[in-house]
């Protein structure tokens, strides 16, 4: 059984930094696509970032240069660093996991199997 629990959210001025984590159990598969999303309230959930089992990652122009994805295989654990954050990237951040072919391309929009409960980001002007 899949389970994926993030944690690390919490409230912080604007131009702080958070780390979110997530630690996933029970994944069997040989390569998966990994991601962070978000969702504030009244507005569609947007992909934060992504990467594969190989490390490579998949950024949104938009988030690059302040969001950072990264894998720690040995612990199972995906992290999210989050710098110079602004207002708007306040929300709920969600960490989802979907199985990737060999010859796929992990990006944000993948089709995700598994999704943990989400961590609440506060950022304050």
């Known amino acids: 059984q899949v389970q994926l629990a993030e944690s690390g959210g919490g409230s912080v001025q604007a131009g702080g930094s958070l780390k979110l984590s997530c630690s996933m159990s029970?994944?069997?598969?040989?390569?998966?696509?990994m991601a962070w999303l978000r969702q504030a309230p009244e507005k569609e959930r947007e992909g934060v970032a992504a990467?594969?089992?190989?490390?490579?990652?998949s950024i949104p122009d938009s988030k690059k240069g302040r969001f950072t994805i990264s894998q720690d295989r040995g612990k199972n654990i995906l992290y999210l660093q989050m710098d110079s954050l602004i207002p708007d990237d306040s929300g709920m951040y969600y960490c989802?996991?979907?199985?990737?072919?060999?010859?796929?391309?992990?990006?944000?929009?993948?089709?995700?199997?598994?999704w943990g409960q989400g961590t609440q980001v506060t950022v304050s002007s």
């Open positions: 029970g994944l069997t598969a040989n390569n998966y696509c």
């Open positions: 990467v594969d089992s190989d490390g490579n990652t």
């Open positions: 989802a996991v979907g199985k990737l072919s060999f010859f796929g391309y992990c990006h944000t929009g993948h089709r995700f199997d598994y």
